[in-house]
């Protein structure tokens, strides 16, 4: 399972998705507008990446409770889903009930196995579409990353799973036809939890795969953001046009429930959210904790995904 990111068979959630993504994007086209050129980066600043907007989260739910996920994720943010579709997303036999789900804060590949999953699907957190697969597996390996998934044809187009430098795993997704997506009303961490052993190799490789840049590098952040008030820790953040990403490096003493959410998600009024996530079949794990700039929660969703919501101070 990742590292620190798994959450076993209750949290079921960062997941299988490596063409559930492809399948994602091509399933919503119809439904979403086409990117707009502000927030398609010219092509030497962005390298391979296409937008922020494709980063889906892979969130894995157990059939009984797959729908009442979807609908309670929607409640809070808004959006839309995709209808559901049973399909074989993987590379080897398999069977999975899928949607895909839109919201203005992000993105998520749904699905409800109805069979066993191969290995190693279901460790990869996220997906990243590329502008061109080839190319994008040599940056990775370049940049550190091992491809641990290597290219597989899907249907609508290629895919492939890569791992970083403490174990972060990721999905890499081409399309035949490039699917089309609005931009989005704020852009969601990628939350990663990494051992100071192998951080500045991580953020090394990334940022250079994804041609980004550490946004800040605080090494005495006040850790009650991730559960250890009156500690501090090495916090960074990276920007770059797969989107934000935010970096917990921890000595795996987290109390729970950090290090199972994947994904933090930027509402206007932290809140409000809230209510309307609890309202929604949403349970509070971790209550919202003021820090230097953002005010933040963690929340569990119907059906075990965790996530966490903050709003910007200030804003």
Excluded: C
Aim: no cysteine.
């Amino acid at each position: 399972m990742p590292h620190r990111s798994s959450a076993g068979p209750r949290h079921l959630r960062a997941t299988r998705a490596a063409r559930a993504i492809a399948i994602a994007g091509s399933l919503a086209t119809a439904a979403f507008a086409s990117i707009t050129a502000a927030q398609a980066a010219t092509p030497a600043a962005r390298g391979i990446a296409v937008a922020a907007q494709y980063d889906t989260t892979h969130v894995y739910i157990a059939p009984a409770d797959f729908d009442r996920f979807v609908d309670s994720f929607i409640a809070t943010f808004g959006g839309k889903a995709s209808d559901a579709i049973v399909a074989n997303v993987l590379p080897v036999p398999s069977q999975t009930r899928f949607r895909a789900v839109r919201t203005p804060v992000g993105a998520l590949s749904a699905f409800a196995f109805q069979t066993p999953v191969p290995y190693p699907f279901g460790q990869e957190r996220t997906g990243y579409l590329v502008s061109d697969m080839d190319q994008a597996l040599k940056a990775a390996r370049a940049a550190g990353a091992e491809v641990v998934v290597d290219k597989f044809k899907d249907a609508i187009g290629y895919d492939a799973v890569i791992q970083w430098p403490g174990g972060v795993k990721m999905q890499l997704y081409w399309h035949f036809t490039a699917p089309s997506s609005p931009p989005l009303a704020t852009i969601p961490d990628n939350r990663v939890y990494v051992s100071p052993d192998a951080a500045d190799r991580f953020v090394a490789g990334f940022v250079r795969f994804s041609h980004g840049h550490v946004v800040s590098d605080d090494k005495a952040a006040d850790a009650g953001e991730i559960g250890k008030p009156h500690e501090t820790y090495r916090r960074i953040r990276i920007e770059s046009a797969f989107g934000k990403m935010q970096v917990h490096v921890d000595d795996g003493h987290l109390p729970y429930p950090f290090g199972y959410e994947t994904t933090g998600y930027e509402v206007t009024d932290l809140e409000a959210s809230l209510q309307k996530a609890t309202s929604n079949g949403a349970t509070i794990l971790s209550a919202p904790f003021k820090s230097s700039d953002r005010s933040s929660a963690i929340v569990e969703f119907p059906g075990g995904y965790i996530a966490e919501l903050h709003s910007v101070l200030g804003h």
